[in-house]
């Protein structure tokens, strides 16, 4: 069945540096649009970055342009996020999310990324 899995998290100094990947299994990875969201505690869930099927346009939230990039690997299965000049507020649970049309229906479990002041 479909699967992703998410990994990279950890606990951080502010303006530290982390790349979280995303390994997906039982889908046709390169079909999928790839994303990824964050959740805060009290916070609603925020799409951080998104990156299209086809490698193409990719966006990304203001609160962290210029900061992260998405970036994905067809040939294993796997998106990335590289996040760099990491700040407090980017504490959160980071989520990999697929999508065939225009919704994300497939999650995965999350990985924990804290940085601490």
């Known amino acids: 069945q479909a699967q992703l899995v998410e990994s990279g998290g950890g606990l951080v100094q502010a303006g530290d540096s982390l790349r979280l990947s995303c390994a997906a299994s039982?889908?046709?990875?390169?079909?999928?649009?790839m994303a990824w969201f964050r959740q805060a505690p009290g916070k609603e869930r925020e799409l951080v970055a998104r990156i299209n099927w086809d490698n193409g346009p990719r966006s990304y939230s203001d609160s962290v342009k210029g900061r992260f990039t998405i970036s994905r690997d067809n040939a294993k299965n796997t998106v990335y996020l590289q996040m760099v000049s990491l700040e407090p507020e980017d504490t959160a649970i980071y989520y990999c999310?697929?999508?065939?049309?225009?919704?994300?229906?497939?999650w995965g479990q999350g990985t924990q990324v804290t940085v601490s002041s």
């Open positions: 039982g889908i046709s990875f390169r079909s999928y649009d």
């Open positions: 999310a697929a999508a065939l049309g225009l919704e994300f229906n497939i």
